[in-house]
């Protein structure tokens, strides 16, 4: 059974930053699309941005570009989401997914896989 497994969440300042991990043990991230996605309080869980297995990076939130970036480290078998000039409306649980098809998908509907998901807290 695949297994992802999330990591970095917390409590941050507005405008702070925090890079959050998404590790799997026996399943190798770097062949398969990993999405993030973010749910907040009393909202439905949304896309906000994907690496295909070609590391094609596709943004599905305006508002996160030039302060999120995505990443690989395949010697660790991690995919990275660097969170920068964080706000407290991005407070919410963040969840990583991979699919096999190696495609960008902003429905969650299409990822075979997930993570059980990290509290993050934008909050003075």
């Known amino acids: 059974q695949v297994q992802l497994v999330e990591s970095g969440g917390g409590l941050v300042q507005p405008g702070g930053s925090l890079r959050l991990s998404c590790a799997s043990p026996?399943?190798?991230?770097?062949?398969?699309?990993i999405g993030w996605f973010r749910q907040a309080p009393g909202k439905e869980r949304e896309a906000i941005l994907c690496?295909?297995?070609?590391?094609?990076?596709?943004y599905y939130v305006d508002s996160v570009k030039g302060r999120f970036t995505i990443s690989r480290d395949n010697t660790k078998n991690t995919v990275y989401l660097q969170m920068n000039s964080l706000k407290p409306e991005e407070t919410g649980i963040y969840y990583c997914a991979a699919d096999d098809s190696g495609w960008c998908w902003a429905n969650d509907d299409e990822y075979d896989y997930w993570g059980q998901g990290t509290q993050v807290t934008v909050s003075s």
């Open positions: 690496i295909s297995n070609s590391d094609r990076i596709t």
């Open positions: 026996g399943y190798t991230l770097a062949y398969h699309t």
